[in-house]
């Protein structure tokens, strides 16, 4: 039976003190960590002896880990970062594959208090630069091929980063390289988690900004409530679950859901080192019995090209539950999600900075499809509107779009934006915290996503910010200017598309138009360069200069240009 029935009767009962209650805390009042409530409390009881994490490699490998073995492992790992002398709120980064080693780190970097920072193992050496930097990241974690290919070459303007462990190597001491195999084999599997204060920070995720590079939320423990709480809700986890996350640790929901609230509710999570291939997945479904999936709405639109003969031939009938997020999930995939699987998917929405998911379709719900779902219990969401005089009033009218906006004071509610204070501080306004996101409550409280209020664009479900794009092309000789949208795509939501005019001596052309695009690939990787360019000679400015990416937009998709009186006249 569904853990929640009734959602009015739910929400009025609600209080976090209750879900803190459901929790264990650390032993003798020491406090709560998450680590503590994913692993040990499990490992020390009647779980022990249960999978954590069943591992699929992507050569077929499988390693099952225990709860018991997952405690050891993480314990392991952070006494290697005590004895390197990293502690409580040094930042360690890790940059790998979907790795054990990378579930290990991650656990043993919460026990150690230290703050953990996962980072998109596709992602360029630009990007990867910025965040260990503007992270302070003290040690990272990475593979030999992913640390020459991407951290050696900008290593020496990295001054903090003391520590290097390598997952797959020897030591090499002239390099500051060290092996994490032979650490963990010399290190105790004995590690006692110091107090830990529910408002000790915990995790790092960077995320992009439309001006400026990227912004890392911070995340306190306290947050488990919410990890703990959603898989309680929403994912609707029963002892007995095979749970599965496709995201990758690199982005939010990796971190959130394909490490931490599987594991606090104490069921078998399934990780798969590959990416996608719908052949592959189907297989994975049907062989490891999974019973909750959690995927992205592209990952689906892919899926669904693969038709629904295809999906029939694999026994799927343990699913029980399915969840999407990131981008918004089309009516179409709802229903393709009752022909193929058997079962509708539940839509749900959250963002980096809320730290678990905020609003959903619960499994006992009426899902609307189209819509996002209701606010979770324990969560104000609303449809706000900024007056001209620059404060926030509710919308109260239904179906009325406006900014979409949640009362602060969660749990895992972000406590800041890394050395960026006044970015953190203009989120809040008039009581409300503003996501950012454009949306519209029907009549019966359901959440309609329209779309973002700001140029930040949404590829495959991972966000990217435009100025990160367009500093990157602006590093290429012949580039005077650059322009960077989102240009809607019905495969991977939206595709980055930059528009470029070039400096004088350089004639546009095929040619240029690759090398570019090959300059920008490798530097900030595939998941975020564009795919397409076009030339210009000049770029649409306001009048104080800056690239109006919205006319760009605009423009390319031949929408009306809205007001132009911002516009610089040579444009
Ligand atoms: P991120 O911080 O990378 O997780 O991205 C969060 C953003 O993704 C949100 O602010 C939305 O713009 C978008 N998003 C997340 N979930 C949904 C959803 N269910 N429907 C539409 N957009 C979504």
Redesign the pocket.
Known sequence: MPHLLDYAATCAGFSWDAIRAELQGLPDNRGLNIAHEAVDRHADGPLGDRVALQWLGADDAVRAITYAELKALSNRFANVLRELGIGAADTVCALAGRIPELYVAALGTLKNRSVFCPLFSAFGPEPIFQRLSRGDAKLLLTSERLYRLKVHPLRDKLPKLEHVLLTDAESHPEGGLLSLPERMAAASADFVIPPTDPEDVALLHF?SGTTGMPKGALHVHGAALVHYMTGKYVMDFHPDDVFWCTADPG???GTSYGIIAPLMHGIRNVVDEADFDAVRWCRILAEQHVSVWYTAPTAIRRFMRMGIEPVHDYDLSRLRVLH??????NPEAVVWGVKALGLPIH???????TGGIMIANFPAMEIRPGS?GRPLPGIEAAIVRRRNDGSVEPIEAPDVQGDLALRPGWPSMFRGYLHDEERYRKCFDGGWYL???LARRDADGYFW?VG?ADDII?TSG??VGPFEVESTLMEHPAVAEAGVIGKPDPLIGEMVKAFVALKPGFAPGDDLRLELIGFARKKLGSAVAPKEIDFKPDLPKNKAGKIMRRLLKARELGLPEGDLSTLEDSA
């Open positions: 995320t982005w939010v929901t999407s997020v990131g981008e918004p999930l839509d749900n929405w959250w963002q980096t900075e996002m996501t950012g996101d996503f973002r949404k991972h966000m």
